[in-house]
């Protein structure tokens, strides 16, 4: 072989190898961008971790995700017209709700003026309360400080506000937390079959701690105007006080000493009706791994999935806050068109005294 040939098809390896090399940098630099660009989606579109805590809250989102300005709720009214709603304006004025919603300063614009445009325009009277009064939204200050451990402090003094300002303007009072959904049609129907002068409440029962049980805070509860007056008495008579910052846990502790009752709030098939969680965590099965405190905490033996999960979706799980507004609406937009109790349906959970 010549010396010429042999520095050709050197040249040519050498190139050969170049070639391959630059391609694969190439190759590496696009796959890594393409990556980069699946794992940020995947991380943007990601729920909130859950905390194996029964009484943990769901962190505030960073304000990036919430939605700017303000959806119009009732911009496709004109498809409901011919909508038959005798039953459910009826039950609106024989089962009157007043709704006050826990927020705080920081979460106005980003998860309670979606609640304020949505679901809260079907309670009897809602109330926003803050730590701070802000007379735009408008909110009413409570004159505590902002944290978890301020919960309880919040729900007592809510709750000694509309008890000394609206006790007489509702028959039910529901304290629901500002990433809550709620529909009230199915709420009235529930309560329909209960006298407010009954000392009961209602909510997702959890059975740790307390003997007849107590409501999870997540998930929203509501106390009859009995309730109420006894829940406020009990603190000017000292039978109960602030023993813990554990909202939920404290006030079923509390309702046991006055003798309040821990109600059923499970449909009449069974399933339940308030959910702590997103939609997906009840509706799909084994999302939630049997090592998950929920499944110890249940008054009522859980149902996994669908089964589990009532038709009339009385209270719509909380929405996770990293893309809160878009949920609310959608969920607004769904559930007023597939089973609002008293709009044109005969439900078949229908209470018996209703029926006649």
């Not at 009995?226 to 502790?253: M, N, P, Q």
């Not at 859980?302 to 969920?331: K, N, Q």
């Amino acid at each position: 072989m010549s010396e010429i040939h042999f520095r050709e098809m050197a040249s040519k390896s050498w190139l050969n190898f170049l070639t391959f090399l630059c391609g694969s940098a190439i190759g590496f630099v696009l796959c890594s961008q393409l990556f980069n660009i699946l794992l940020g989606e995947q991380v943007d579109t990601q729920p909130n971790i859950l905390h194996n805590d029964a009484h943990a809250r769901h962190s505030d989102d960073d304000g990036q995700n919430h939605l700017e300005g303000q959806m119009n709720f009732n911009a496709d009214a004109s498809q409901h017209k011919d909508e038959n709603t005798d039953i459910a304006e009826s039950l609106y004025q024989k089962v009157k709700i007043l709704c006050w919603v826990m927020t705080g300063p920081q979460n106005l614009e980003k998860k309670a003026k979606h609640v304020k445009a949505t679901w809260a325009q079907h309670c009897n009277k809602v109330l926003f309360m803050s730590s701070e009064e802000n007379k735009d939204f408008p909110t009413i200050g409570l004159k505590t400080r902002e944290g978890r451990d301020q919960l309880y402090w919040k729900t007592i003094k809510a709750f000694q506000y509309v008890h000394d300002h609206y006790l007489e303007d509702a028959d039910w009072f529901m304290k629901a937390d500002d990433d809550t959904y709620v529909i009230l049609d199915n709420l009235r129907w529930l309560l329909s079959k209960y006298s407010p002068e009954e000392p009961i409440y209602f909510g997702r029962r959890f059975k740790p701690y307390v003997k007849q049980g107590y409501m999870s805070g997540g998930a929203g509860y509501v106390l009859s105007k009995e309730a109420l007056k006894r829940f406020v008495d009990a603190f000017k008579t000292e039978k109960c006080t602030h023993s813990s910052s554990i909202e939920d846990l404290a006030l079923g502790r509390c309702m046991e000493i006055i003798n309040v009752e821990a109600g059923d709030s499970r449909d009449t098939t069974g399933k339940e009706t308030f959910h702590p969680f997103v939609p997906e965590h009840h509706l799909i099965k084994g999302y939630l791994p049997r090592t998950f405190w929920y499944w110890n905490y249940n008054y009522y033996p859980p149902v996994e999935g669908g089964r589990g999960f009532s038709s009339g979706l009385l209270l719509p799980p909380r929405t996770e806050l990293l893309h809160w507004a878009l949920p609310s609406f959608a969920v607004t937009s769904f559930s007023h068109r597939v089973w609002p109790w008293g709009r044109d349906l005969s439900s078949p959970l229908l209470p018996q005294h209703s029926r006649k």
